[in-house]
């Protein structure tokens, strides 16, 4: 059954230099004829897979908020119009710091809208002006205490560590004044050098200083004990939060379950088929014009392909992967299946076995991504 749905704003006011994402200078974009194409989307897709309360609704980008007070209106209202949510969906908005008005603010919670994902990604300004970010520390004070006000109690941020210039004490004072707000959950990623990036061509040219892999490992146990000291659990390899606050959406994609995706270059998983739409905003809008929905691929994920996935998206997760459900849906055993990738894992002290559960020890963690890349294109064999 599917559970959640995201919902792709591809609009910024402003693009930092290290991402990669479908995104688009807010200015002279077709930004009221994007709504209008997006609800048919949705409306089309709704209508042909029908299904009660979804668990999640996540509307991310770009920046959702850098839209107007006037388009996100227009924008929940037709969320509102066309999917099935109540009090219990978990109906999250990412934010810039210092994109939500008051008025903003009041429009997602008369909407529904329940939790809030900051892109904070560092305390440090000097750090923020380095990478391309528009907002500063002290907009981050100033909006999660504007949404505290309005009755926000579910906010999240996010942190990058391994940026470049940034040291082991730079990341630890970062950690030390998110800690201090005192928020039910957070989310720590090491930078990634993506290809057409602002970073990535910077890197090619020799003029990308990164802290390196030793550091960036020390960053990443100083985020994980941080944490831990604060009392907030780890329950994905990069997310953590208090009990009960742990993201219904991101858990849908580690627990490889099916999703819609609405928007231009938004993927879907639905009815067993893998989905992905059109990027470009032009190319998204067309086919929707004449009723048809947006695809730039759409094919049934193999049994294979869902075998391997269970495994690298579910060891994602700090409760693993269980083997008893991996039997009851597949028919096979994962002990079997990946026989000799588990046992080289677990003489690397990368992985292991607690009865029905195989997860990552904390050095797995750390090698998470060569762990993963391990399961891809081996259950051919």
Not at 344 to 350: D, S
């Amino acid at each position: 059954m599917i559970k959640a749905a995201y919902i792709h704003i591809p609009f910024c006011h402003h693009i930092c230099h290290y991402c990669d994402f479908n995104k688009v200078f807010m200015d002279r974009q077709p930004v009221g004829e994007y709504l209008s194409s997006l609800e048919k989307e949705m409306n089309i897709t709704i209508k042909e897979s029908p299904v009660p309360a979804l668990q999640s609704i996540f509307v991310g980008g770009g920046t959702p908020t850098a839209l107007d007070e006037k388009q996100l209106g227009i924008l929940v209202q037709a969320i509102g119009e066309t999917l099935p949510y109540d009090a219990q969906t978990e109906y999250t908005f990412e934010a810039n710091p210092g994109d939500l008005s008051k008025e903003k603010l009041r429009i997602l919670k008369d909407a529904g809208v329940n939790r809030l994902s900051f892109g904070v990604q560092s305390f440090n300004d000097e750090l923020l002006q380095k990478i391309g970010r528009s907002h500063r520390a002290a907009d981050v004070f100033k909006s999660i205490r504007a949404a505290q006000d309005i009755g926000f109690e579910n906010i999240s941020v996010d942190l990058i560590y391994s940026l470049p210039g940034q040291t082991l004490e730079d990341f630890k004072s970062t950690l030390t004044t998110a800690l201090d707000l005192d928020l039910v959950h957070y989310s720590g990623y090491s930078l990634i050098i993506e290809p057409k990036t602002v970073f990535y061509n910077l890197m090619n040219r020799g003029k990308l200083h990164l802290p390196g892999e030793e550091i960036e490992a020390q960053m990443y146990e100083l985020l994980m004990d941080s944490m831990e000291k604060k009392g907030l659990k780890q329950y994905e390899i990069s997310n953590f939060a208090q009990p009960g606050f742990e993201s219904k959406h991101n858990l849908t994609y580690w627990s490889n379950e099916e999703y819609f995706g609405f928007g231009a270059g938004a993927h879907s998983y639905v009815n067993g088929y893998r989905r992905s739409n059109h990027g470009p905003i032009k190319k998204y809008m067309e086919p929707l014009e004449i009723g048809s929905l947006p695809f730039l691929e759409n094919h049934p994920a193999t049994k294979a392909e869902q075998m391997e996935e269970e495994m690298f998206l579910g060891l994602r997760k700090t409760e693993g992967v269980s083997i008893s459900r991996f039997i009851e849906k597949f028919g096979v055993n994962p002990l079997e299946l990946f026989k000799r990738e588990l046992r080289e894992h677990q003489a690397n002290k990368l992985i292991e076995q607690s009865d029905d559960r195989i997860v990552l020890t904390r050095k797995g963690r750390l090698l998470g991504n060569e762990v993963f890349q391990s399961f891809l294109g081996i259950s051919n064999d």
